[in-house]
């Protein structure tokens, strides 16, 4: 898990512990301590907890009003 979470130093990822989701760009990686951060806000995750890791996607805003029809 360690050398998956490194090849991911300065993305954005999400990741799944136990029950909780967590979502930040990694900074470092300690020991066994994972650092996310987000909004000027350092999240500490031990990395033996995580179960899924995945790429974090932007999420395109929808504009207001109708939506054109596709030809």
């Known amino acids: 898990m360690r050398n998956f979470l490194e090849n991911r130093l300065g993305k954005e990822i999400e990741i799944q512990c136990e029950s909780t989701t ?10 066994n ?16 907890k995580i179960v899924i890791v995945w790429d974090s996607r932007e ?13």
């Not at 301590?33 to 033996?48: A, G, P, R, S």
């Not at 999420?59 to 054109?68: D, E, M, T």
Request: proline share 5%; with cysteine; aromatic share 6%.
């Open 22 to 31: 967590v979502k930040g760009k990694v900074t470092k990686i300690e020991g």
């Open 33 to 48: 301590v994972l650092h996310l951060q987000k909004d000027d806000e350092t999240c500490y995750v031990n990395i033996e």
């Open 59 to 71: 999420k395109k805003a929808q504009p207001p009003g109708f939506l054109s029809k596709s030809k």
